[in-house]
């Protein structure tokens, strides 16, 4: 009888007798996880909550007044998975104020422009432009 080794077989006939001989280690191995699940039945005597008294609506209300304070109060704070606060928004600037601040750095990209600190002109974080 010859050995594996000598059979020669194709890549994808070699790779389905792999997964073959894998997959009849595994269903056993993990097989028997399925059906050692519980029936899925409880004890009807501990199956049922603790009676307790009835409460009025005042107390729901105010109950329900309380969560309301205490979930704005977490809705407006940070979330899950945020890292940093949420920045807050900056002071509106006058037009006169814009202008003057956009003249300034254009002022100054225009003289870094002229002692060549930018390779093909421009602004350095500016996009790149198309050739034509």
Do not use: I
């Not at 003057?100 to 422009?113: F, G, K, L, V």
Request: proline share 7%; charged share 30%; aromatic share 4%.
């Amino acid at each position: 009888m010859r050995s594996f080794s000598e059979l020669n077989l194709s890549p994808a006939r070699e790779a389905r007798r792999v997964l073959l001989v894998s997959l009849m280690a595994f269903v056993p191995a993990f097989g028997g996880v399925a059906f050692a699940q519980g029936s899925g039945e409880a004890d009807p005597a501990q199956a049922k909550a603790r009676p307790t008294a009835r409460s009025t609506p005042a107390e729901r209300s105010a109950a329900r007044a309380g969560r309301a304070t205490e979930g704005g109060e977490a809705a407006r704070g940070p979330q899950m998975g945020e890292v940093e606060v949420r920045p807050t928004t900056a002071p509106r600037l006058s037009k006169a104020e814009r202008k003057a601040a956009t003249a300034q750095r254009r002022a100054a990209a225009r003289a870094a422009n002229r002692r060549g600190e930018f390779a093909r002109g421009g602004n350095a974080d500016a996009p790149e432009t198309k050739k034509r």
